[in-house]
């Protein structure tokens, strides 16, 4: 089989686990690395064996798919450029800045046909894909994302960079127009917002809490969900699900008619997942997991959130 060439736009902190990633990868060559710091990418070439680039358009031509994981707002021109020379891209969350931006890249991903998949990295977590199997019309549903504070990430508001990650784990879920939102945010540490809470109202009834901070004394990420005769609890830090449901045959529960089921799931190596499902998406000409719209999806929600924070912040500061 011939080798998919791949490239990384972007070595910093995530993009050299990609490059890393792929370079192991059967049936993959990395073709090369790309940064605007020549001695990072110069690096992580050498030790990975591939040709270093300080510009992104000197892949164009060499590679069949590439990541793209620069900051946020170079997504869009880079992606861009490599879509219109059917190059498939895996963007990191979110998909771009504006949707404006998500819909030019879609536009041009569904008349030329190369393929978008978006780093929602929560959607190959193994507790996540157990779920699938599980959830069905959930009706409510409560997340926690709580992070000790690191420097990296706070160039955006909490919502992108880590409630982003819930927001399309219970939009794939729910599967409803949303009817509302209801969000209050602070800045606390830095000038973005660090704490944040939503609630949405989905069209079928469902209703959904969010929170996500990144000023935590300890790191914490749950998500519960109730839909009817059965409640399900994910603890994805302790690598355990809990799922109690009414089947009449429970005793060792207050309620009755109530039985319990723990699973614990072995730890993996989710970008190793994500990275994997996208080169069998490249090879296959098959829709990725985490599509183009499903990041624009996101997206929207996120931006609505922060823009309802936003406005409420400048009130409280008038």
């Known amino acids: 089989m011939k080798p998919l060439h791949v490239g990384v736009v972007g070595v910093g902190y995530l993009g ?17 690395v790309v940064d605007i710091i020549a001695e990072r990418t110069e690096s992580v070439a050498k030790r990975l ?11 164009i031509g060499k590679v069949d798919a590439v ?64 779920l699938r199997e599980v959830v069905d019309r959930p ?12 420097e990296r990430g706070t160039e955006v508001d909490v919502v992108l960079d880590l409630m982003i990650h819930d927001i399309d784990i219970i939009l794939n879920f729910v599967r ?14 830095s000038s973005r917002v660090d704490i944040a809470n939503v609630r949405l109202v989905f069209e079928n009834g469902c209703v959904a809490n969010i929170t996500a901070s990144r000023i935590s004394l300890k790191n914490m990420r749950k998500i519960r969900i109730f839909q009817k005769d059965t409640y399900v609890s994910v603890d ?12 009449g045959k429970g005793t060792e529960l207050p309620i009755p008619g109530m039985s319990l089921q723990r699973t614990s799931f072995e730890e993996a190596d989710s ?10 998406s490249v090879r296959n000409r098959e829709a990725p997991l985490v599509s183009g719209r499903d ?22 500061t008038l």
Request: aromatic residues 6%; hydrophobic residues 45%.
């Open 16 to 32: 050299k686990f990609h490059a890393e990633k792929y370079a192991r990868m059967d049936g993959v060559k990395l073709a090369g």
């Open 49 to 59: 064996g591939t040709e270093s680039f300080t510009n992104y358009r000197d892949l």
């Open 67 to 130: 990541s793209v994981v620069v900051p946020t707002h170079l997504h869009f021109p880079i992606s861009r450029d490599f879509l219109e020379n059917n190059v498939d891209v895996l963007i990191e969350k979110p998909i771009t800045e504006t949707l404006e931006e998500a819909d030019a890249l879609i536009k041009i991903a569904d008349s030329r046909g190369p393929i978008i998949q978006v780093g929602h990295l929560e959607r190959f977590n193994p507790a996540v894909i157990a």
């Open 139 to 150: 009706l409510f549903i409560e997340s926690h994302r709580l992070s000790l504070f690191k």
């Open 176 to 189: 409803s127009e949303l009817r509302s939102i209801h969000a209050a945010g602070v800045p606390v540490i």
């Open 236 to 247: 994805y830090a302790n690598h355990d699900i809990t799922i109690i449901r009414k089947d």
């Open 271 to 280: 970008l190793e997942s994500e990275l994997e499902a996208f080169v069998q």
């Open 295 to 316: 990041g624009r999806n996101a997206l929207g929600v996120a931006l609505s959130i922060m823009d309802q924070i936003n406005k409420t912040l400048k009130c409280l």
